[in-house]
């Protein structure tokens, strides 16, 4: 087991990190390894060389709780991501495009295995399987910017929404593919049914309150506790009904996306959603015997061969037949070509529903191995035909419109702050530890969610790269000053707004990096002579100039005790003006 631990850990640390270096999608890197690990292939060297008992994988079939739990995180974390607001956003393409070219590629495919002699049911997971593309891989590459991206985006979110029935039907079919006939199906769907109705309100009443109670703690442990609890009660759940764990995992995703903690949630199950994941990706590189490939070559070929360029062709009819362009729709094609990590997960849960026969599974397998590690290649050529086709280049578009001012702090100040960016007509998202006060901002109608911004990867999901500036109103200073410096390292162009406790402060944060710095006794003192100003009887007009130039003068110096260099021209200019 410790060996085994060994290789899998030491697998992580080798491929995430080369194959991010050339942005590659690590799934190809972990299936590679499973290959490289498994029984397969080195492992049949063992009794030869004992020495490579320590870089291979002793016991495969102890790996299958620990992939199936990789499964269960996956489909809990796209419960995550998925929102009604982006829905709202590409309704059109979404459940137009989107639900053709799943329909569509998923039911043909179907009809064709049906008449080659596979049954029913088994065809009718195949045939949805091999539909689905691959979300990990084609979105980094094509982006959600741009029109291969906007499209690209359409059709994955519709995939992720349809894995929940598509997952339901084959946990609901396995009863019936067990010969207890269409009662015991109809029984399955009946309490499932019932178990996911009181999953949905069970989970909207209790959900908050939960993780409420975690974030008060202001402990990490608690908090991952209660989200552990959340996804293995709701998968066991299911599962006692017959259903497949994954339903309940992602009806427990999609519950806590509608809650203010989804993007801390996210956060602090990444690492343990990837790693699981990528046991489960080398217990299908292990699963694949080379051997095999080479003895059926031309027919797994072919069957690969034959996969892409049907999808390629239906997609980029479809795309057409929706007004894209011509390039649009010949790069989108081919990209979306290739099956889908979740393909592996589909046909996993077709053979253990004995749909399929494990024979059959494994070769589906291989042939979405050999899709997923030929995708990178199949975007270039789609990007080729495209310019082929038509050479207008084509501009990016913004999907979500203008990022969001990241605002760290939903206290007084804070929401204050939101308030004028509302007023303006600016976009922006408040960030706070702070359960009560997130949970009372929400109330009130502001747009705030919990997550801690000294730990972890909370500013990057909220876009921080992209965001106009961000503001810092906690009222903690040396916090606040360690905050600006990491900001500041990570990114050198951000416009980063601090409230100051007092010049002192002021000072120091501009030292840190900080844009602008606010003191708060400079403030009040600013205030207070505007006030008296106007009271005894001097012109509004000549009080706000000489506060302005005070405020400028005030500014210019604590810039120059901070010894600051270095204030990023376009932010400068822009607030000047």
Avoid at 94 to 101: D, K, P, R
Avoid at 441 to 466: C, H, K, M, P, Q
Wanted: net charge negative.
């Amino acid at each position: 087991m410790l060996s085994d631990a060994l290789v899998i850990l030491g697998a992580a640390g080798i491929v995430i990190p080369v194959f991010t270096r050339f942005k590659i999608t690590p799934v190809i890197g972990f299936i590679l390894i499973g290959i490289a690990v498994g029984p397969f292939g080195l492992g049949e060297l063992v009794y030869e060389y004992p020495w490579l008992a320590h870089v291979t994988i002793s016991d495969p079939e102890g790996l299958e709780p620990f992939a199936e739990f990789g499964i269960i995180l996956l489909l809990f974390t796209i419960g995550l991501e998925l929102s009604f607001n982006r829905l709202w956003q590409l309704r059109r393409l979404v459940f137009g495009l989107g639900a053709l070219e799943l329909l569509i590629i998923g039911s043909s495919l179907a009809i064709a295995l049906s008449m080659m002699g596979q049954y029913w049911t088994g065809a009718l997971a195949l045939g949805f399987a091999l539909a689905f593309s691959s979300t990990a891989i084609v979105l980094p590459i094509s982006g959600t910017r741009t029109p291969v991206g906007r499209a690209a985006l359409s059709m994955l979110l519709f995939e992720d929404i349809m894995i929940v029935p598509i997952v339901f039907l084959l946990g609901a079919m396995a009863p019936y593919a067990q010969a207890e006939g269409w009662e015991g199906l109809v029984d399955t769907l009946w309490y499932g049914g019932l178990v996911i109705v009181a999953l949905l309100v069970l989970g909207r009443i209790a959900l908050p309150r939960l993780f409420a109670q975690a974030a008060r703690t202001k402990s990490p442990e608690l908090f991952l506790a209660a989200s552990l609890l959340v996804v293995i009660g709701a998968s066991l759940a299911t599962a006692a009904t017959g259903l497949s764990p994954i339903v309940g995992a992602l009806i427990a995703g999609l519950l806590i996306a509608e809650t203010e903690y989804h993007s801390e949630v996210e956060g602090i199950m990444e690492p343990f959603k990837g790693l699981a994941l990528g046991i489960f990706l080398i217990t299908v590189g292990m699963s694949i015997d080379l051997m095999t490939i080479w003895g059926n070559l031309g027919s797994i070929m072919l069957a690969v061969v034959l996969v892409l360029v049907f999808k390629a062709i239906i997609t980029m009819i479809l795309l057409r037949l929706m007004g894209a362009r011509r390039s649009t729709a010949a790069e989108t094609g081919v990209l979306m070509a290739s099956p889908s990590e979740t393909t592996l997960i589909v046909l996993a849960a077709a053979s253990s529903a004995m749909l399929i026969q494990p024979g059959t599974a494994q070769y589906w397998q291989i042939v979405t191995a050999i899709g997923l590690t030929v995708t990178p290649l199949l975007a270039k050529l789609g990007r080729a035909i495209g310019r082929g086709v038509e050479s207008v280049p084509e501009l990016p578009e913004d999907l979500d419109g203008e990022p969001p001012t990241i605002i760290i702090g939903a206290g007084r100040v804070g929401l204050l702050v939101a308030d004028m960016l509302k007023a303006h007509g600016k976009p922006y998202v408040a960030l706070d530890s702070d359960a009560d006060l997130i949970t009372q901002a929400n109330r009130i109608g502001y747009r705030a969610v919990f997550g801690d911004a000294a730990r972890g990867t909370a500013l990057s999901r909220l876009g921080v790269e992209n965001s106009p500036a961000i503001v810092l109103t906690m009222d903690e200073p040396v916090l606040v000053q360690r905050l600006v410096s990491k900001l500041r390292k990570s990114y050198p162009k951000l416009l980063i707004v601090c409230r100051a406790r007092d010049t002192e402060h002021a000072a120091a944060l501009y030292r840190a990096g900080a844009s602008h710095a606010v003191p708060e006794t400079l403030e009040s003192s600013l205030q207070l002579s505007e006030a008296v100003l106007v009271d005894i009887g001097v012109a509004m007009g000549p009080v706000i100039a000489s506060i302005h130039e005070k405020r400028d003068e005030f500014r210019d110096q604590l810039e120059r005790e901070g010894k600051i260099d270095f204030r990023p021209k376009l932010h400068t200019s822009t607030l000047e003006t």
